[in-house]
């Protein structure tokens, strides 16, 4: 079955700076790559996805690279706000998904 | 719409109690899932559905059980509770599988 590392497991960072959380995947059939906001107590948050057939998306000041080559997907996050301050989690799969560990982003400010 | 709603918001079993956790969703989406999140760690997925009869096991799927007879609903039944499955639990619904709906969560201890 599907099998996902996620690194780091946490990240501090300056306010304004960029953040870089990366996972590894093992099916080759995976074909869907969500990630995942979590803040203390609440429900996971989809922040942005991407398909297999996709190579980079991106939306406002978060982003998403997928090298299906090398089975990893990462995601960015620039000039971080201290809002952005959670658990974040990468997921791979399709129909079932497997979750990362997580990271734990801390902006500073 | 209500989104994706579960109850209860928490739980309090004792060993070998059985229990049934709510999910339901008003936005006519296929696809439903049930993961579990113990602290410190992601979600792992117990049962999925890709439609109104149709179930499959995920990573973690023994001690739970699932059906599916309407769209909305998709309860988890604990046959015979365990402190192992002390969580929380999310149900989460899609329209195509994007899997970007998540409930609010039930915490449950299994004393």
């Known amino acids: 079955g599907e099998n996902v590392e996620q690194h780091p497991s946490t990240l501090s960072v300056q306010e304004g700076d960029s953040a870089v959380i990366k996972c590894t995947y093992s099916d080759s059939a995976s074909n869907y790559f969500p990630w995942y906001k979590q803040e203390l107590g609440k429900r996971p948050q989809l922040i942005i996805d991407i398909r297999s057939n996709v190579g980079e998306k991106k939306d406002q000041r978060i982003a998403v690279t997928l090298n299906k080559t090398a089975k990893h997907f990462s995601l960015h996050i620039t000039e971080t706000q201290p809002e952005d301050s959670a658990v974040y989690f990468c997921?791979?799969?399709?129909?079932?998904?497997?979750f990362g560990a997580g990271t734990i982003l801390r902006v500073k400010s | 719409n209500a989104g994706v709603t579960q109850t209860p918001k928490f739980q309090v079993l004792k060993t070998g109690q059985s229990m049934t956790l709510q999910c339901a969703q008003d936005?006519?989406?296929?696809?439903m899932s049930w993961y579990r999140q113990d602290p410190g760690m992601g979600l792992r997925l117990i049962h999925y559905?890709?439609?109104?009869?149709?179930?499959d096991q995920g990573e973690v799927p023994n001690g739970y059980n699932v059906s599916r007879s309407t769209t909305e609903d998709f309860p988890l039944r604990l046959l015979s509770a365990a402190p192992s499955q002390t969580s929380v639990y999310f149900c989460a619904s899609s329209y195509s599988g994007g899997w970007e709906f998540f409930g609010p969560g039930t915490r449950l201890t299994v004393l």
């Open positions: 936005m006519n989406h296929e696809y």
């Open positions: 997921a791979a799969g399709g129909n079932k998904l497997v």
């Open positions: 559905s890709v439609g109104a009869g149709i179930t």
